[in-house]
């Protein structure tokens, strides 16, 4: 727990002007760096370090980025000394629920109104994996997200992507319009001759019912491809 150690870097121990939790009480969560917000997380540091410290040295290794610090795993974790598996899970835990909390702040705004509001949807979803996954989002006649659909999982190809289920679960659910999404974890951003042949292949398959395809996003970590916005749908 918090019980001070034997160089005095337990959070109890310091000055009261740096203790992240008093910090946060007086001042306001904003006031906080990341490193002393993650330094809450986890309580307390080593012998040789505080848990700023040990914070900070964290986050240097992710040069800085809480979007690198989320895809860290508790093993990765666990190999900073001083960091054992219940920090490493508290620090996952934190991430997840930033991470969740995007999510819902996107599904909040429920009308796509361009590309850039597809990606805000999708980004926290499939920006960050390391393998691919396809997406259908399901649209009303007021461009409003009747719903969401992984397709496919670990690749894209014709073969994956099953049309059927696609178009079939647009009448079930009443859409009017489609739009296709999946990330390219390499964070290349040029459609491939298969992206661009299973778009056709949707596109033209959705005529037939009366359902359009918007667009089709290719999405990475911190931008997209819009293949409406390009002019290649």
């Given at each position: 727990?918090?019980?001070?150690?034997?160089?005095?870097?337990?959070?109890?121990?310091?000055?009261?002007?740096?203790?992240?939790?008093?910090?946060?009480?007086?001042?306001?969560?904003?006031?906080?760096?990341?490193?002393?917000?993650?330094?809450?997380?986890?309580?307390?540091?080593?012998?040789?370090?505080?848990?700023?410290?040990?914070?900070?040295?964290?986050?240097?290794?992710?040069?800085?980025?809480?979007?690198?610090?989320?895809?860290l795993s508790v093993?990765?974790?666990?190999?900073?000394?001083?960091?054992?598996?219940?920090?490493?899970?508290?620090?996952?835990?934190?991430?997840?629920?930033?991470?969740?909390?995007?999510?819902?702040?996107?599904?909040?705004?429920?009308?796509?109104?361009?590309?850039?509001?597809?990606?805000?949807?999708?980004?926290?979803?499939?920006?960050?994996?390391?393998?691919?996954?396809?997406?259908?989002?399901?649209?009303?006649?007021?461009?409003?997200?009747?719903?969401?659909?992984?397709?496919?999982?670990?690749?894209?190809?014709?073969?994956?992507?099953?049309?059927?289920?696609?178009?079939?679960?647009?009448?079930?659910?009443?859409?009017?319009?489609?739009?296709?999404?999946?990330?390219?974890?390499?964070?290349?951003?040029?459609?491939?001759?298969?992206?661009?042949?299973?778009?056709?292949?949707?596109?033209?398959?959705?005529?037939?019912?009366?359902?359009?395809?918007?667009?089709?996003?290719?999405?990475?970590?911190?931008?997209?491809?819009?293949?409406?916005?390009?002019?290649v749908l």
């Open positions: 727990m918090e019980q001070k150690n034997q160089n005095g870097f337990g959070i109890k121990s310091w000055a009261e002007d740096d203790r992240p939790r008093e910090k946060l009480l007086q001042k306001g969560k904003v006031s906080l760096s990341d490193a002393e917000l993650i330094a809450i997380l986890i309580g307390s540091g080593s012998r040789d370090e505080s848990a700023v410290q040990l914070s900070k040295r964290i986050l240097a290794s992710t040069g800085n980025q809480l979007s690198e610090l989320g895809k093993k990765k974790l666990c190999e900073f000394k001083g960091i054992g598996p219940a920090k490493a899970v508290s620090i996952v835990a934190a991430m997840e629920l930033g991470r969740r909390r995007r999510t819902e702040e996107a599904l909040e705004k429920k009308k796509i109104t361009s590309s850039a509001s597809v990606f805000e949807l999708m980004q926290p979803i499939i920006g960050e994996l390391y393998h691919e996954e396809f997406w259908i989002i399901y649209l009303n006649n007021s461009n409003k997200v009747i719903e969401q659909l992984q397709l496919s999982k670990g690749g894209i190809t014709g073969t994956l992507v099953d049309v059927r289920i696609t178009l079939r679960k647009a009448l079930e659910v009443g859409a009017t319009s489609i739009i296709l999404a999946h990330n390219h974890p390499s964070g290349t951003l040029k459609p491939s001759e298969a992206d661009k042949q299973l778009t056709q292949k949707l596109k033209t398959a959705a005529q037939s019912l009366d359902i359009k395809v918007l667009d089709h996003l290719i999405v990475t970590e911190k931008s997209y491809f819009s293949f409406a916005d390009e002019g």
